[in-house]
């Protein structure tokens, strides 16, 4: 069973940068796409990146594209959220989460089996 735990999230201004980070353990890290999605209060989880089992492939949604970018650590295995020109909207829980190799890196919810517990991001105007 793989157990992830989310860091890093706190209150930042408008235009700033973060970095949120997700440790893995108990499953074997560097076999799985891993992927960061995001709910803010009232709408539906949203998927934010997605990084395949190398690091070779990423993908974004269209509302973090340019200005945040997913990589991973396999010999930590910890994969990463760098957050730049944050923006009020970028308010939310963000969530971390792994699913099996398919071959194409899964932007919905149903491609990951295992999620973290959430760690804030407030972004302030």
């Known amino acids: 069973q793989v157990q992830l735990v989310e860091s890093g999230g706190r209150l930042v201004q408008a235009g700033g940068s973060l970095r949120l980070s997700c440790a893995a353990s108990?499953?074997?890290?560097?076999?799985?796409?891993m992927g960061w999605f995001r709910q803010a209060p009232g709408k539906e989880r949203e998927f934010v990146a997605a990084i395949s089992w190398s690091g070779g492939n990423t993908y974004y949604g269209d509302s973090v594209r340019g200005r945040f970018t997913i990589s991973r650590d396999n010999a930590k295995n910890s994969v990463y959220l760098q957050m730049n020109r944050l923006k009020p909207e970028d308010t939310a829980v963000y969530y971390c989460a792994g699913g099996p190799q398919t071959g194409v890196l899964q932007s919905t919810r149903y491609g990951y089996n295992y999620w973290g517990q959430g760690t804030q991001v407030t972004v302030s105007s």
């Open positions: 108990g499953g074997t890290f560097g076999t799985y796409t």
